[in-house]
């Protein structure tokens, strides 16, 4: 085992057996290892029979837990570096720690293994070619609006995380922000003993949310279809018809159409093209 080496280990996100091999050795042989939660990862050690020892590091710790570790792998130790499920960093803790290790010249090196996301999409049935892990959504409704907006236009495969107590506001909101005919699998509770898949529309995913209250529970991976941006075009075209035509009630049609261009964005001389047409 080379000393001054930091260790990214991926462990189970549910299913114990899906440790491999390479993982455990690593966390046998390093002197130390950084845990989200250290009772967590303490009964996976223990269901291999692992004694190393265990030091918490998560998003809440202080500078000088990183400093720490920095030291001992400085010293020539080796360090194992994990979360409470499936790979670090992603969306998990250990930002901070490698970024601190790099500067340190030290090694930093990947033990890969599950991941939710992966294991998703490669179920979803939906493109995979290119697609953009988006992680946990902001958790009120502002927030989460203002990037649902954002990605309203975002033709690959999107992935997100969500927890039960949220994954009905979440797919509300994306069947609000995105059509609500958009294709989505769910995946909850993936590798373990509950597992389940969902695939169809937002809408429908929301109908089956309310089916059973047992398909709330559980921690969820939302895999949605990416949009068409011809059609998200001509979608905003059709809401500036409307708006204009609701503000020349009020004003003329040339500063209807320029304030309507101006607040989505739109070409002012397509919009009054299409003012001119409609009104012939």
């Known amino acids: 085992m080379p000393g001054s080496t930091l260790f990214v280990v991926a462990t189970p996100i549910g299913n114990l057996t899906d ?11 390093v ?3 950084a845990a989200e939660d250290t009772r967590q990862t303490q009964r996976l050690l223990s269901h291999y029979g692992i004694a190393t020892r265990l030091i918490s590091y998560h ?4 500078q000088s837990t990183c400093q720490r570790i920095i030291q001992r792998l400085n010293q020539g130790e080796s ?3 994990v979360s409470d499920a499936g790979t670090p960093l992603i969306s998990d803790p250990g930002y901070g720690l490698v970024t601190e290790a790099r500067s340190h010249g030290l090694k930093v090196i990947p033990i890969p293994g599950p991941s939710a996301f992966v294991a998703a999409l490669s179920v979803a049935g939906l493109p ?5 892990f988006e992680g946990f959504l902001p958790a009120k409704a502002g927030p989460r609006g203002k990037r649902l907006r954002a990605l309203a236009t975002e033709e690959r495969t999107m992935i997100f995380y969500e927890a039960p107590h949220r994954i009905n506001a979440m797919l509300q909101a994306c069947a609000s922000h995105f059509e609500s005919s958009r294709k989505v699998f769910l995946g909850r509770e993936l590798t373990k003993k509950f597992e389940q898949h969902f695939c169809g529309t937002l809408a429908s995913a929301l109908t089956w949310l309310a089916e059973d209250e047992n398909n709330m529970k559980g921690e969820f991976v939302v895999v949605i279809a990416g949009g068409d941006e011809a059609a998200w075009q001509i979608a905003r075209l059709e809401k500036a018809d409307g708006l ?4 020349r009630k009020e004003m003329p049609m040339k500063k209807a159409v320029a304030f309507i261009s101006a607040f989505l964005g739109l070409s ?5 093209r299409r003012v001119l047409e409609r009104d012939q």
């Open 59 to 62: 998003d809440f710790s202080d």
């Open 128 to 132: 995979t070619d290119r697609f953009s």
């Open 31 to 33: 002197e130390l290892i």
């Open 268 to 272: 002012k001389n397509e919009l009054y």
């Open 79 to 81: 360090v194992a570096l």
């Open 244 to 247: 204009v035509a609701e503000l």
């Open 19 to 29: 440790m491999s091999l390479r993982a455990i050795e690593v966390l046998r042989q």
